[in-house]
């Protein structure tokens, strides 16, 4: 029988995906803030969608607020992570943008929950999220510079415009309201990696193949995964 | 003394912008909504902000969700008029598609309070707020359609891909993320309708002058405004 890390035996045989009791209670939490709101949901709903007892549920949170951190923390520490893997690369700048918009908005597109919905929450403006918000920040700037980068090796000439350089990240992040549009009411296409990354390219100017770009995403991401 | 549909006289000066008692209590609805939360936010707390007892608010709106419904109305009901207005002219693709966009990121990038916050909102899938939906999905479909035509005046050659005809649309929302960024931590640069709609430009592989698109959008955006 497996036991919750109180010591506690599970009250029923394993109710969620997940390697352990914590895993079980962070996917329930998904489920519940990313369908039926951050507000309408209990710890009492989650203990009891995973079958443990709210004191369980306690001896790994002490509150809804830490499972939201814990929750948000997770959607940008593989993206952050492969950046600055791709930082310390002698990539050209324009497959760097490229590598990355594809890596995020894939596991944007994949994730089990679409957590980036909760990302406007007023409620994430609070102290208790600054840890989740320094790591997206620190995304963001890695986006900028791959784009600034790309921006000059696409046309040298140019002005750098950094409301341009702004715009992989956020077209990257449009993955989610179209998750959100195609699981709420089946409108539109779901997102596609591919389509988001080429537009990343397109709008910083890049007029030529994509192929090169994608065959040395591929390999790249295969080096990440190894890692 | 201005007084409330109701009847009653109102305990205090206006306090909140607006020209009417209604246009009030939205206004002071949606800064509570987009700074503290839908879920957070009373009614109470709506009449205290305007001066008004609960009974007079509840004259002009049933509970909360009208009020919602009503402000999130408010944010497709301009942009659906001009695109409808563009769509019974004879302009090229690319210009309605230039002007839509144009238009619709500048109406998001200054409205009083950041609304499209709230579009993810679980709240927002049920069958109260279906008026809002059905009203965006025009405007979705009108951009889709707009985007497609372009595709086609730009490239005829080309297959029209339905996922990057949506594109635009999403392109326009990611002004909603700019600006909550920007005013929770002053991170980034706010967003700008012109690199906005040049981006959408672009993903659609117009590569020429933006310059004789920007032209025409201000000959039909000033025809707009004189109906």
């Known amino acids: 029988m497996t036991t919750t890390g109180a010591g506690r035996p599970r009250l029923s045989t394993r109710k969620r995906p997940g390697a352990t009791a914590r895993d079980e209670i962070l996917d329930a939490a998904a489920e519940f803030f990313t369908t039926g709101g951050f507000t309408t949901t209990s710890t009492r709903m989650i203990a009891d969608a995973v079958g443990i007892r709210q004191a369980s ?7 809804k ?4 951190a814990a929750l948000l923390v997770e959607t940008v520490t593989s993206p952050v992570a492969f950046a600055q893997q791709l930082s310390e690369s002698e990539e050209p700048a324009t497959v760097r943008m490229y590598a990355l918009t594809w890596f995020d908005a894939h596991q944007l597109a994949t994730s089990r929950w679409n957590l980036g919905a909760l990302y406007l929450l007023p409620e994430l ?10 790591q997206r920040r620190i995304l963001m700037d890695l986006y900028t510079e791959f784009a600034e980068d790309a921006l ?3 046309d040298p000439r140019r002005d ?3 409301r341009t350089a702004q715009l992989p990240f956020r077209l990257v992040e449009t993955v989610i ?6 699981e709420a009411e089946s409108a539109g296409t779901p997102p596609s990696p591919d389509v988001i990354a080429d537009a990343a390219m397109r709008v910083l100017g890049w007029t030529g193949s994509i192929d090169e770009l994608t065959s040395r995403t591929t390999t790249l991401i295969a ?3 190894e890692r």
Chains 1, 2 share one sequence.
Not at 125 to 134: D, G, I, L, N, V
Not at 177 to 182: E, G, I, K
């Open 223 to 225: 080096e990440y995964a």
């Open 57 to 63: 549920l306690y001896h790994h949170f002490a509150n």
């Open 65 to 68: 607020e830490d499972l939201l």
């Open 152 to 154: 000059v090796q696409i």
């Open 177 to 182: 309201n179209t998750r959100s549009d195609v």
């Open 160 to 162: 750098v415009d950094i």
């Open 125 to 134: 403006r609070t102290e208790r999220f600054e840890p989740f918000r320094a």
